[in-house]
């Protein structure tokens, strides 16, 4: 599931990540809380907590990676419809202490609104290195808080919420406070309030199932996330909403 390239842009509201890959090797997601539905992978960017937000938990941000359902064509389609995201979010907190992310250094050639860096192979990391690290999760439904959207989100969407907090150096801070919004304002100013979930938040283990070295790891009751490198099947698109299973 390494991508064959990818590309960061300052769109002026977040850093907005895109990675391309073969039509073979795009991550899915399946199994879990999602029914018989699928869905893949489509671009990944930085959410900044409301400042009331980040004085109850001490988390100033979040990684959202959106999933499109394969029934729809791309994000404008899939948003505006039922259960047609899901985005999966990893808390970041303020932590001297922890390791470093090299992967944060390509954020000093986007600082300003309209940057934008080409990626290659080699410096695009595999995007599930890091969600291998997480062994819990909170599911619920919810709606979309990705800022300044092409098409406007209207319909209910999957939250998976990672219970692991993931931690980033002082210096690193100095690279998230120095990216810019097309206001002249820290792009870390121009924050979204959490929205509040939209159902009852259900807990789970396991985050992913994937096979390493030819060993498939199980799902934990069913409630594992499996994550493949297919390519994108066809669905029955009479069939209007998801079946939310907890087994």
Known sequence: MRPLGGRLT?????????????????????EGPFGGESYKFAFMYFHWLAEEDTAKTNIFMELHMVFTNTRYANYEEASGKILG??????????????????????????????????????????????????????????????PNARTQCSGDIIWIECDYIFSIMSEEMEIFHSLMSVDGIPLMNRTIATTPPKSAIYKAVDLFTYEQKGVYVAPFEGLGIDVTSSAVGSFNENVASISILFL
């Open 85 to 146: 995201l899901v985005i999966i979010a990893f808390r970041h907190v303020n932590n001297g202490e922890k390791y470093s992310n090299d992967y944060y250094e390509y954020l000093k050639e986007v600082k300003n609104p309209k940057d934008v860096l080409e990626l290659d192979a080699a410096d695009t990391p595999a995007i599930f290195e890091v969600a291998l690290l997480v062994d819990s999760y909170n599911f619920y439904i919810g709606k979309s808080t990705y």
């Open 10 to 30: 300052n769109n002026g509201a977040t850093i907005f990540m895109e990675f391309y890959f073969r039509s073979s090797d795009v991550p899915i997601l399946s």
